[in-house]
């Protein structure tokens, strides 16, 4: 029997988050969520993988989930993509034509690498066909793999951060869209086009900078400096600290800019708006400096739009939305948009 409702897990560098989603009368409607924080470390994701499984079995209980098939995603730093054009012809043909393109592109050796090729479009005269083409090292496929089966759990898929993110955030608009993803350590930025992820970049500039800039400014300790930092923002009468903000994001905004006009050379299309999301993306005022930085239209994205809720959880939803932006898309994953 068909199962009815998945789970998406999200295993961050400084957090891990899981939503379950159930099909009700073919729409997805929440069942539960959670998160729980892990330690940070320079390479938070490579914990032992007996401990990851504990904390995930651990948060599956927590969260009362029901669900046993899991959808995850690998980091964004740790897989390759890339567009390529093959000739057309049935299935066969084509999955070696990918395999040949793949081992030219590859950084690695193609035997340590496990492929997940997706078409995209089929030229106008039939004769060849756009690919997504994904790979991602083998080693740590299984370790994902492995991760769920100690925790009691069916790996069911992965996919790469920025494709869930996609799911939950644009669906399928036809713009190019920037979403830019303010992490706990590190800023994603990735140019959408057409519902497909084409462009990105990454900077080591996070939510944690922003605080650990608040505290030498105001010689607090952290609690305080978060608190500080959600109170004030950059708000437009709160001058001091939002210089702070604007000095600490200021690489994030020149990387977003080169980012929208290497876009532009490449296809030239412009981008038509910007999505904010991450746990930093609720930062008072920041939709309003981005746009002043850009002149695109800027918001926070909503990734619970597409699901069912009860109406008495908006508020606190709303709160935690941009962290839940990967583990949502990645639950949604089985359900028709």
């Not at 923002?233 to 905004?253: D, F, R, S």
């Not at 929208?260 to 981008?271: A, C, G, K, P």
Request: hydrophobic share 45%; with cysteine; glycine share 8%.
């Amino acid at each position: 029997m068909r199962p009815t409702s998945y789970l998406g897990l999200d295993i961050g560098s400084t957090s891990i988050k899981l939503v379950e989603l159930r099909a009700t009368a073919g729409v997805p409607e929440l069942a539960t969520y959670g998160m729980v924080t892990v330690p940070t470390l320079p390479a938070a994701r490579q914990y032992d993988t007996g401990q990851l499984a504990a904390t995930v079995a651990t948060l599956l209980k927590q969260s009362r989930a029901t669900a046993r098939g899991v959808y995850s995603a690998l980091p964004t730093e740790s897989v390759f993509t890339s567009i390529i054009t093959v000739p057309q012809g049935n299935a066969k043909a084509v999955a070696a034509a990918v395999h040949t393109e793949a081992a030219k592109l590859l950084p690695r050796p193609i035997d340590e690498m496990v492929l997940d090729p997706q078409q995209l479009s089929v030229s106008a005269d039939k004769h060849s066909v756009r690919i997504l083409l994904v790979a991602a090292p083998r080693e740590l496929v299984e370790r994902y793999d492995t991760i769920c089966r100690l925790a009691g759990i069916e790996l069911l898929g992965l996919e790469v951060e920025s494709f869930a993110m996609v799911r939950s955030l644009v669906g399928k608009d036809p713009a190019s869209v920037a979403i830019v993803d303010f992490g706990a350590t590190t800023t994603d930025i990735i140019v959408v086009a057409n519902g497909v992820p084409v462009l990105s970049r990454s900077v080591r500039i996070g939510g944690r900078d922003l605080t650990s800039a608040l505290q030498s400014v105001l010689g607090v300790d952290v609690a305080l400096a978060e608190q500080a930092k959600r109170d004030a923002g950059l708000a437009a009468g709160n001058v001091g600290l939002a210089g702070v903000y604007k000095k600490t994001i200021e690489p994030v905004v020149h990387e977003l800019r080169y980012t929208l006009d290497t876009y532009f050379e490449q296809s030239q299309r412009r981008v038509e708006k910007i999505i904010l999301t991450g746990g930093s993306s609720l930062l008072v005022g920041l939709p309003e400096y981005i746009f002043q930085e850009t002149g695109l239209r800027t918001f926070v994205g909503n990734p619970w739009s597409r699901v069912r809720y009860p109406l008495e959880l908006e508020k606190v939803l709303s709160e935690t939305a941009g962290q839940f932006s990967v583990a949502i898309g990645l639950a949604l994953r089985p359900f028709k948009s």
